[in-house]
């Protein structure tokens, strides 16, 4: 493992140490095995963590050399059969390894060479849509943690997956939902307000929509602004046959341009007349200037 992956490591194994610290009514120890003093992760959790302080079973030597064979129970996901139970006189031994390339089989590899039972946990019993999940140390630990405590291994490994990926979309989605939710809330006591968002909802499709736009369109006074004009003009141009009414919008809307063009032109002539007029003046001060020494000499 990398610096950055061992960090990693570090921080789940703190995450899962609070999580047994913070749960006295579920009767669970945790111990850390191959954890001598030259031990990256070791030193990692000493220096960054405060490891020092915790009250943890440290051992320097290997499960597989702690613990017996009858009691030990090594968790992974290529293992064939899954755990059902939870049980208070068992070892569960969770693989503390960061790879970011992810290093297949490796857990269930060394519980095969040392002939340890393996079990994984019960996705596909539970939720089969949710197999491949690579879970962290201390999510692992959470999910026995729950077990332990209800029993409900559905609810325990839906805590465990991620929200994008149990099909809710996220926080994004429910937070579109919560407004949707307001929205409806809002509307169920003013209905009018309803009828003038759907209304509103109709002319931003049609407006988008484009070819046959204005063809289409039927309400008494579509538009509630001049840039609404402006586009259906604009969209008018790709439309195979408007109608009479959408003809006289799309006249209006023409009207009102040229109007607009009309006046900006008088008003760029007035502001060039009135330049005009201030340069001739400033011209005859200058010549005003330069004569009358003439005068005073």
């Known amino acids: 493992m990398n610096e950055k992956e061992i960090r990693s490591l570090a921080k789940q194994l703190f995450i899962s140490y609070h999580l047994v610290r913070s749960s006295p009514s579920v009767p669970m120890q945790l111990h850390l095995a191959s954890f001598d003093d030259d031990n990256t992760v070791y030193q990692a959790c000493r220096d960054l963590f405060s490891f020092n302080s915790w009250i943890v079973r440290r051992h320097e030597r290997p499960y597989w050399e702690v613990f017996s064979r009858e009691e030990v129970v090594v968790l992974s996901p290529d293992a064939d059969e899954e755990l059902l139970s939870v049980e208070a006189d068992k070892v569960y031994v969770v693989g503390g390894l960061v790879d970011r390339t992810i290093s297949r089989s490796e857990t269930f590899r060394q519980a095969e ?13 539970f939720l089969p849509e949710q197999q491949r999940l690579v879970l962290n140390v201390n999510t692992v630990v959470e999910i026995l943690l729950q077990v332990r405590q209800h029993g409900d291994w559905k609810a325990a490994l839906l805590s465990a997956v991620p929200r994008r990926l149990q099909g809710t979309g996220g926080r994004k989605k429910a937070r579109l939902d919560r407004k949707r939710e307001r929205r409806e809330e809002i509307f169920s006591h003013n209905p009018e307000l309803r009828n003038e968002a759907e209304a509103r909802q109709v002319r931003e499709r049609q407006w988008c929509r484009g070819k046959g736009r204005s063809s289409t369109f039927d309400d008494e006074n579509p538009f509630e602004n001049p840039d609404a004009l402006a586009a259906l003009a604009l969209f008018n141009e790709d439309a195979s046959s408007p109608s009479d009414s959408a003809r006289g919008v799309v006249s209006a809307a023409e009207e009102g341009a040229v109007s607009s063009r009309a006046e ?24 005003a200037q330069v004569v009358n020494p003439l005068f005073d000499s």
Do not use: I
């Not at 060479?113 to 019993?125: N, S, V, Y």
């Not at 900006?264 to 010549?287: A, F, I, P, V, W």
């Open 113 to 125: 060479q040392f002939q340890f039972e393996t079990r994984k946990l019960p996705f596909p019993t």
């Open 264 to 287: 900006d032109e008088k008003q760029r002539e007035d502001m060039g007349d009135s330049t005009e007029s201030r340069t001739r003046n400033g011209e005859l001060e200058k010549n």
